[in-house]
């Protein structure tokens, strides 16, 4: 008996967690838009990244989506305000034509320098991918710079760094209507592209990851099927279980995960068959088994989709999303 108490004993040591975890209970820290008025009427897709300055958001915006004027917008969260949206990148090609762009992702570099992924092209079955540098926190960019024939980089949810010190950029294809997800990997400095595919018998697409320690990890995905599918990795990521319903039903629109540092996990989606007037943040401590935290958004119609959310290194929680098409907006939370 003496063994057995110092055995677990020796277990709550090692592993300081809930052995059945309890529902967490959000606290908003704030909740608001990024900006109340800006030179486009449309905006949509953002993105967010810590920096030591603050949080950096980036989106596109402009007359409406697919139009030749939408550019890649920055605004950085500091000392408790938003700065003023600046251009960050744009689709002109010549001084007589433009793409629109669509669906950055920003990246943090180990050593600080930002990346800002983002696709430019007529349409998400044409377009190809693109990413510029900061070595400034987002206030000056790079020339852009085309990712290898092939591959996109992250193609709306963030990079994120393996065990092994290399990235992985959740990506997908769409493709004469068909929807495809695959994983792209490089360096940390972009180099050496691989391509690895999810298979599986779903329309996916936007995935995004989740950690469960070593090098096991998990995907989630948006599909044309009504359910969020996910997947399983057990070698980070170079090969991957087919593609299985995760029980959550879903309206088939943008979706972000997270792990948290103390392992729970996080997702924000469209939880509803239909629509995207309902978002919210499920919790879960497996991956599997979900329940719903927190409700962002519920209304009878609208629409509040597209989200980010990450952890930052005060353990707090950042949430930007679209909000009816018009504005950025912006939740922090305390778990």
Same mark, same amino acid.
């Given at each position: 008996?003496?063994?057995?108490?110092?055995?677990?004993?020796?277990?709550?040591?090692?592993? +300081?967690?809930? *052995?059945?975890?309890? /529902?967490? =209970?959000?606290?908003? !820290?704030?909740? &608001?838009?990024?900006?109340?008025?800006?030179?486009?009427?449309?905006?949509?897709?953002?993105?967010?990244?810590?920096?030591?300055?603050?949080?950096?958001?980036?989106?596109?915006?402009?007359?409406?989506?697919?139009?030749?004027?939408?550019?890649?917008?920055?605004?950085?969260?500091?000392?408790?305000?938003?700065?003023?949206?600046?251009?960050?990148?744009?689709?002109?090609?010549?001084?007589?034509?433009?793409?629109?762009?669509?669906?950055?992702?920003?990246?943090?570099?180990?050593?600080?320098?930002?990346?800002?992924?983002?696709?430019?092209?007529?349409?998400?079955?044409?377009?190809?991918?693109?990413?510029?540098?900061?070595?400034?926190?987002?206030?000056?960019?790079?020339?852009?710079?085309?990712?290898? +024939?092939?591959? *996109?980089?992250?193609? /709306?949810? =963030?990079?994120?760094? !393996?065990?092994? &010190?290399?990235?992985?950029?959740?990506?997908?294809?769409?493709?004469?209507?068909?929807?495809?997800?695959?994983?792209?990997?490089?360096?940390?400095?972009?180099?050496?592209?691989?391509?690895?595919?999810?298979?599986?018998?779903?329309?996916?697409?936007?995935?995004?990851?989740?950690?469960?320690?070593?090098?096991?990890?998990?995907?989630?995905?948006?599909?044309?099927?009504?359910?969020?599918?996910?997947?399983?990795?057990?070698?980070?990521?170079?090969?991957?279980?087919?593609?299985?319903?995760?029980?959550l039903v879903h309206n088939g629109s943008g979706i972000d995960a997270v792990t948290l540092k103390n392992g729970y996990h996080l997702l924000v989606c469209n939880p509803i068959p239909k629509g995207r007037n309902k978002l919210s943040l499920l919790?879960?401590?497996?991956?599997?088994?979900?329940?719903?935290?927190?409700?962002?958004?519920?209304?009878?119609?609208?629409?509040?989709?597209?989200?980010?959310?990450?952890?930052?290194?005060?353990?707090?929680?950042?949430?930007?999303?679209?909000?009816?098409?018009?504005?950025?907006?912006?939740m922090h939370l305390k778990l």
């Amino acid at each position: 008996m003496h063994n057995l108490i110092l055995s677990f004993l020796s277990f709550w040591i090692l592993f +300081p967690f809930q *052995l059945e975890w309890e /529902k967490p =209970k959000p606290e908003i !820290l704030f909740s &608001g838009f990024i900006y109340e008025s800006a030179p486009f009427p449309s905006c949509h897709a953002s993105t967010l990244v810590e920096t030591p300055e603050g949080i950096l958001a980036a989106w596109f915006g402009g007359t409406y989506e697919r139009h030749p004027d939408v550019n890649i917008f920055t605004s950085l969260r500091k000392n408790g305000s938003w700065s003023t949206p600046q251009e960050a990148a744009n689709g002109i090609e010549n001084k007589d034509f433009r793409n629109p762009t669509w669906n950055p992702v920003l990246h943090r570099k180990v050593n600080g320098e930002l990346v800002l992924f983002y696709k430019e092209g007529p349409n998400p079955r044409e377009w190809w991918g693109l990413y510029k540098t900061s070595d400034d926190g987002g206030k000056t960019w790079s020339k852009a710079i085309q990712t290898p +024939p092939g591959f *996109l980089g992250p193609v /709306k949810n =963030k990079t994120v760094v !393996l065990s092994d &010190g290399n990235l992985l950029h959740p990506s997908s294809f769409e493709t004469n209507g068909v929807w495809t997800t695959h994983m792209e990997f490089t360096d940390p400095e972009l180099k050496s592209w691989k391509k690895v595919e999810v298979p599986g018998p779903f329309q996916a697409i936007q995935p995004t990851i989740l950690f469960h320690g070593g090098e096991k990890l998990q995907v989630l995905t948006r599909t044309q099927e009504g359910v969020i599918a996910t997947a399983w990795s057990e070698n980070n990521g170079k090969s991957w279980s087919q593609l299985e319903s995760s029980g959550l039903v879903h309206n088939g629109s943008g979706i972000d995960a997270v792990t948290l540092k103390n392992g729970y996990h996080l997702l924000v989606c469209n939880p509803i068959p239909k629509g995207r007037n309902k978002l919210s943040l499920l919790g879960s401590s497996d991956g599997k088994n979900w329940e719903e935290l927190l409700v962002l958004e519920d209304e009878k119609e609208g629409e509040f989709s597209y989200p980010a959310i990450i952890q930052a290194q005060d353990g707090t929680v950042h949430i930007s999303y679209t909000y009816q098409r018009e504005k950025i907006k912006y939740m922090h939370l305390k778990l």
